[in-house]
């Protein structure tokens, strides 16, 4: 086993500063993620925070450590409107479908699980959900109010942001100073009862038409946004913990607000080390489903969206995130993605062709400071902020050595082989995630048949041959494959 070195460092959106890792409980780390608010099908965007911190999981696991990575599932209180306003953003796709709130966060959780499977996301540790954890967050608010920070207003709870910054500091983590932010605050109707236009909802009052509701001290309501990681992250990983993650768009106001919520009720910095992935644009422009301009993951493994001009296997889509610092924003197009995927694949062969490689006498010259070299440039690479695309461009030289071991210009004895082959599947497989296994295999085959197929079933159901329709659709269910019918189409998903 080659031995393992680092001192790792971290950039710390805190400090705005790399900073030595170091876990308040060695070798135990606590880290919490961000996840989805499972409303729709999981884009691109979904995907860079899913790798980038399955990428630190994987990693900080290499080093040793003990890590318990805990990623929610947001399935009540995300309304349509950060400012505490319109409706929830489940509640309004079910009434919308005409099913029931959990039946949305079901179906779209296990959409989620799916892609992030085929995309070898390895699953966390614990993934609460916020509806669960209702009991813990009305307790939290109790705190918050107890200590002054939250006040009662017909039914709501409010978080008093001027009161909290008087003692504590408000915006420390994503540098906004409080008057701006009064300045900058529309006044949007249903506030009025705010004391100040800036405070954020720890508790909404449910209007009569509101589906998801629960009892508490002060009104049959709902928690809001967010105030659930406050609580799920203090209850699975204590007070104080080391990693925070997600993705750059949560970093004001949701982590913003977790700070304040915490330490309202704690008296406690909550996080020593905030970790932020950037964004993913087309064109310069954020990827986002409130923009409309995104494009599920589904979509690219099936390249049935019009904007993409083929089908791409999920480790493309890994390998084109990686290539890019996590800090960074990395912009799509088709050209890209081509790219990333001959990288890929060149990668790939190189790796089996490393593994068909047989064992000399000895080593040619200069063979041992390449392999020390190796090992200690990948190491490296990941210690400073886990750089992966600086480890790709490592293992692309690695490559560059394996293809002059092909062609006899350089010997490895069965030792030192043994390593090479070693050090470069843990890092191509167990630290970057990209193999072979997790692809959908020939997706852009699979989605072709589909389209015919579901184009042989619309034909059917044009003449009215219902029978020979549900014949269809029941012997795809027996293949694991479900049909859903809407007024844009149909559309179609391993179970």
């Given at each position: 086993?080659?031995?393992?070195?680092?001192?790792?460092?971290?950039?710390?959106?805190?400090?705005?500063?790399?900073?030595?890792?170091?876990?308040?409980?060695?070798?135990?780390v606590?880290?919490?993620?961000?996840?989805?608010?499972?409303?729709?099908?999981?884009?691109?965007?979904?995907?860079?925070?899913?790798?980038?911190?399955?990428?630190?999981?994987?990693?900080?696991?290499?080093?040793?450590?003990k890590?318990?990575?805990?990623?929610?599932?947001?399935?009540?209180?995300?309304?349509?409107?950060?400012?505490?306003?319109?409706?929830?953003?489940?509640?309004?796709?079910?009434?919308?479908?005409?099913?029931?709130p959990?039946?949305?966060?079901?179906?779209?959780?296990?959409?989620?699980?799916?892609?992030?499977?085929?995309?070898?996301?390895?699953?966390?540790?614990?993934?609460?959900?916020?509806?669960?954890?209702?009991i813990?967050?009305?307790?939290?608010?109790?705190?918050?109010?107890?200590?002054?920070?939250?006040?009662?207003?017909?039914?709501?709870?409010?978080?008093d942001?001027?009161?909290?910054?008087?003692?504590?500091?408000?915006?420390q983590?994503?540098?906004?100073v409080?008057?701006?932010?009064?300045?900058?605050?529309?006044?949007?109707?249903?506030?009025?009862?705010?004391?100040?236009?800036?405070?954020?909802?720890?508790?909404?009052?449910?209007?009569?038409?509101?589906?998801?509701?629960?009892?508490?001290?002060?009104?049959?309501?709902?928690?809001?946004?967010?105030?659930?990681?406050?609580?799920?992250?203090?209850?699975?990983?204590?007070?104080?913990?080391?990693?925070?993650?997600?993705?750059?768009?949560?970093l004001?106001?949701?982590h913003?607000?977790?700070?304040?919520?915490?330490?309202?009720?704690?008296g406690?910095?909550?996080?020593r080390?905030?970790?932020?992935?950037?964004?993913?644009?087309?064109?310069?422009?954020?990827?986002?489903?409130?923009?409309?301009?995104?494009?599920?993951?589904?979509?690219?493994?099936?390249?049935?969206?019009?904007?993409?001009?083929?089908?791409?296997?999920?480790?493309?889509?890994?390998?084109?995130?990686?290539?890019?610092?996590?800090?960074?924003?990395?912009?799509?197009?088709?050209?890209?993605?081509?790219?990333?995927?001959?990288?890929?694949k060149?990668l790939?062969?190189?790796?089996?062709?490393?593994?068909?490689?047989?064992?000399?006498?000895?080593?040619?010259?200069?063979?041992?400071?390449?392999?020390?070299?190796?090992?200690?440039?990948c190491?490296?690479?990941?210690?400073?902020?886990?750089?992966?695309?600086?480890?790709?461009?490592?293992?692309?030289?690695?490559?560059?050595?394996?293809?002059?071991?092909?062609?006899?210009?350089?010997?490895?004895?069965?030792?030192?082989?043994?390593?090479?082959?070693?050090?470069?599947?843990?890092?191509l497989m167990?630290?970057l995630?990209?193999?072979?296994?997790?692809?959908?295999?020939?997706?852009?085959?699979?989605?072709?048949?589909?389209?015919?197929?579901?184009?042989?079933?619309?034909?059917?159901?044009?003449n009215?041959?219902?029978?020979?329709?549900?014949?269809?659709?029941d012997?795809?269910?027996?293949?694991?494959?479900?049909?859903?019918?809407?007024?844009?189409?149909?559309?179609?998903?391993?179970?």
């Open positions: 086993m080659m031995e393992i070195q680092h001192k790792l460092q971290v950039y710390n959106t805190r400090t705005r500063s790399k900073e030595v890792f170091e876990p308040l409980n060695a070798p135990f606590g880290m919490y993620v961000c996840g989805p608010t499972v409303y729709g099908d999981a884009h691109l965007g979904h995907a860079r925070p899913g790798i980038t911190f399955d990428l630190v999981f994987r990693y900080l696991k290499l080093l040793g450590y890590v318990r990575y805990v990623r929610n599932i947001t399935d009540v209180g995300h309304l349509e409107n950060d400012a505490d306003q319109g409706e929830d953003k489940i509640a309004k796709k079910a009434r919308l479908e005409q099913v029931e959990m039946e949305i966060a079901q179906y779209y959780s296990d959409r989620y699980h799916a892609n992030m499977a085929m995309l070898n996301v390895l699953p966390p540790s614990i993934e609460p959900r916020a509806s669960g954890h209702v813990e967050q009305i307790e939290l608010i109790k705190k918050i109010i107890e200590n002054g920070f939250g006040y009662v207003v017909d039914g709501s709870v409010y978080f942001i001027l009161k909290f910054n008087e003692k504590y500091g408000y915006g983590l994503s540098g906004r409080i008057d701006e932010l009064i300045s900058n605050t529309r006044e949007l109707e249903g506030q009025e009862e705010k004391r100040n236009s800036i405070d954020f909802a720890l508790w909404k009052k449910a209007q009569p038409e509101h589906i998801m509701r629960w009892p508490s001290p002060w009104s049959d309501g709902f928690p809001g946004w967010h105030l659930e990681c406050s609580a799920m992250s203090s209850k699975y990983l204590g007070e104080v913990f080391d990693i925070h993650g997600g993705g750059m768009d949560l004001f106001p949701h913003e607000s977790e700070i304040a919520q915490s330490k309202a009720a704690n406690k910095e909550p996080v080390y905030w970790l932020h992935n950037n964004m993913i644009t087309i064109n310069g422009q954020k990827m986002g489903k409130s923009l409309n301009n995104f494009i599920t993951l589904n979509e690219f493994f099936t390249g049935s969206h019009t904007a993409i001009t083929q089908a791409f296997d999920p480790m493309t889509i890994r390998f084109f995130i990686l290539q890019a610092h996590y800090r960074g924003t990395l912009d799509f197009s088709n050209d890209a993605l081509i790219a990333a995927e001959k990288g890929m060149r790939m062969t190189g790796f089996k062709a490393l593994n068909k490689v047989q064992a000399a006498t000895q080593n040619s010259a200069g063979v041992h400071e390449f392999l020390n070299n190796f090992s200690k440039n190491f490296e690479a990941m210690n400073d902020d886990f750089n992966s695309p600086v480890l790709i461009a490592q293992l692309f030289e690695a490559v560059r050595f394996v293809n002059l071991m092909i062609e006899k210009k350089e010997t490895l004895d069965a030792i030192s082989l043994d390593s090479f082959k070693e050090t470069f599947k843990v890092f167990d630290v995630g990209i193999n072979d296994e997790n692809s959908a295999g020939d997706a852009g085959l699979t989605g072709g048949l589909m389209d015919i197929i579901i184009g042989l079933r619309r034909k059917v159901r044009e009215k041959d219902y029978a020979a329709s549900d014949w269809i659709r012997e795809l269910q027996k293949l694991s494959i479900a049909l859903k019918d809407s007024k844009e189409g149909t559309d179609w998903n391993r179970e």
